[in-house]
């Protein structure tokens, strides 16, 4: 009987009607002749989830690749027990099979699954949204045609099938044990041909994501399966799914504080924070005493750097906290505080911005969102930025002690082919990547490292790493810019508003201040031209041991004389996006000296930041 699903609705019922009477007849008389009607769906879950852990590696990866299965594996693992509750009900009725039996590819052996999972599935675009329609009735996307369908075989399965009153839920765990029957048949049978197998790559993809999504539809009636499920979801880099879920969670159950909850953690997590506050501002204008939603409206307050607003929540919520609250939300009010006063005196004339990391963040290696949110939008505003405390004072006593040892050979008022002369007793020259210098906590500092990543982006590099040396006696600076803004053609030019392209991290090696010469700069300098530049006054950062501060390659600074008997050291490690190129600076010597012995010493996650520097043409000492 050939059907159309361009047919009227009723005509198209009453033909789908007479063909589901024919073929469960045909499948309820098979069964009365035959042990295989009684299926067990729970049998083929598990036969399904063991090829899924045995596939061997020739067969598996040419279907999916390595990462893609482990990923798998886990997120039907932890559904499975939910899973198997379902499939243990269709255990006295025939599989319904969810499988296309068309010529040209893979089909399951004939039996009497296919003869009652045929008068269904081809009217459907999934096994989900067959279940779907199973459970909910009629969901918003099901086509007309495929409730006609479904309306058809309920009717015949009622008057056809043993009377119970589970009967939806045995078909839905007979379409679930269907699902899993073709995923199992792709598994045993990938095809031998390239082309093949491509097929059933595709084919496998969509039937697994059609099992998570069936997964996800019987979630919804539990809460705690939704958040575990959610959690699970981004543990395993599924985050459009998680969201997708405890949306669909919100609109069943709208009451629910935990799901919406989570659901703002999501938004914000995915960088929709102006979707994250105005679900909070809803909730705790419903429960205003709700002391978890206020915190975390506080909380998302102060990751979006809007500290006054934050402060007051934080100060509301240790008004209606418990003993056990209290600290962890003292703490956040403590920071909220910290770093609404940090922007508030960087807009000040004389205040070079600043950043502070306690000890703890350092040797942890993790400070709260909101500090490294803040420090990436004051560089980005002022073109410079004080980082205390970030780098380990042990560290930079090493580093300034192999300084002295290696180079003091340049220590005298003399010209070296080698050095740069960068002023009156002052040179550059290129720091090799050896010894003290070759060490994460300096070049992937873990502070550090997020804070490039967030102004430069994901593919940043180090483009070059010398050392600026100030002799005593050397005498001021002329004000200047290391290089122009991009496309400007002189120096008046005035600037585009565009992104940071080079950072340059400058690494005092000794403490320094007015005395033995810090970098004057003028903060905000980096987004004017020359001529706007010199009507700005400069400020003077007094950075010890241990800090840095950091500048735009646009940014007018100036170094001042060094006043005292001691040489004053400065690393200057210049971050900059991968596609950049300083052809200004490094015309006379290497912006990098790393040899491959050094550079095998560098663990593989760090190796991105130097690999150009060994590449064919690079200009850089390496010696093989």
Known sequence: MALSKDEPGDVLSARLLALAEQQITLCVDTSQQSDSSQYNGQSEASTFLQLFDSVDVEHRLPLLEADTLVRYRSLLKMRWPLLSTWLEAASNLPLIQHADTAQDKPTLP???????????????????????????????????????????????????LPSTDRMDRQLSGAIISGLLTELSTLLNHPGES??????????????????????????????????????????????????????????????CTQIRLALARLHARLGNIHRSLPLLQTMLLASPD????????????????????????????????????????????????????????????????????????????????AKLSLAAKLYQLYGTLVIHNVYSTELIEQCHEEFLNRYRRYFTNRKHSSALQIGDRRFQVSLALSGAFNNPEFYANAFMMPLMKRLLGEQVIIGSTVCATSLPGSRDQHGHKDHRALFTDTPDDEPMALPPV?????????????????????????????????????????????????????????????????????????????????????????????????????????????????????????PR
């Not at 039937?207 to 395993?236: K, P, R």
């Not at 508030?344 to 350092?362: C, G, K």
């Not at 663990?603 to 064919?616: G, M, N, S, T, V």
């Open 194 to 255: 390239r082309t093949d197998r491509r097929i059933t790559r595709r084919r496998l993809r969509a039937g697994i994501s059609d099992l998570l999504d069936i997964l996800d539809v019987l979630s919804l009636q539990s809460t705690e399966h939704v958040l575990l499920y959610s959690d699970d979801y981004l543990d395993n880099r599924r985050e459009q799914r998680a969201r997708r879920l405890l949306e669909t969670a919100c609109k069943n159950n709208s009451d």
């Open 290 to 369: 709700n002391v978890q939603i206020r915190t975390e409206l506080a909380s998302m307050l102060l990751h979006n750097l809007e500290f006054g607003e934050a402060i007051d929540h934080f100060k509301q919520s240790l008004e209606q906290a418990n003993a056990d609250q209290t600290l962890q939300l003292h703490r956040k009010l403590e920071l909220a505080v910290e770093l609404n006063e940090c922007e508030v005196s960087a807009a000040l004339d004389d205040i070079v911005p600043t950043i502070t990391l306690t000890d703890e963040e350092r040797f942890s290696g993790a400070c709260d969102p």
């Open 110 to 160: 004939p039996d009497i699954s296919r003869l009652l999972g045929s008068t269904l599935h081809q009217h459907f675009d999934s096994a989900c949204k067959a279940l779907s329609c199973l459970i909910d009735g009629s969901p918003m996307d099901v086509k007309p045609h495929e409730q006609a369908a479904m309306t058809a075989f309920m009717r015949v399965c009622t008057e056809r």
């Open 502 to 622: 080079a950072v340059t991290t400058m690494i005092p090696l000794v403490s320094v201040n007015e005395d033995n010469g810090t970098t004057l700069v003028k903060k905000g300098s980096h987004r004017l031209s020359k001529r706007a530049s010199n009507r700005l006054d400069y400020q003077a950062p007094i950075v010890p041991a241990g800090s840095c501060y950091l500048m735009d390659l646009a940014l007018t600074h100036k170094g001042q004389g060094n006043r005292t008997e001691q040489v004053r050291p400065i690393v200057n490690m210049v971050y900059h996006r991968s596609w950049f190129v300083d052809n200004k600076n490094f015309r006379n010597q290497p912006p990098l000296q790393i040899d491959s012995v050094e550079y095998r010493q560098i663990p593989a996650e760090h190796r991105h930041l130097f690999d150009w520097a060994i590449q064919p043409g690079a200009g850089v000492n390496t």
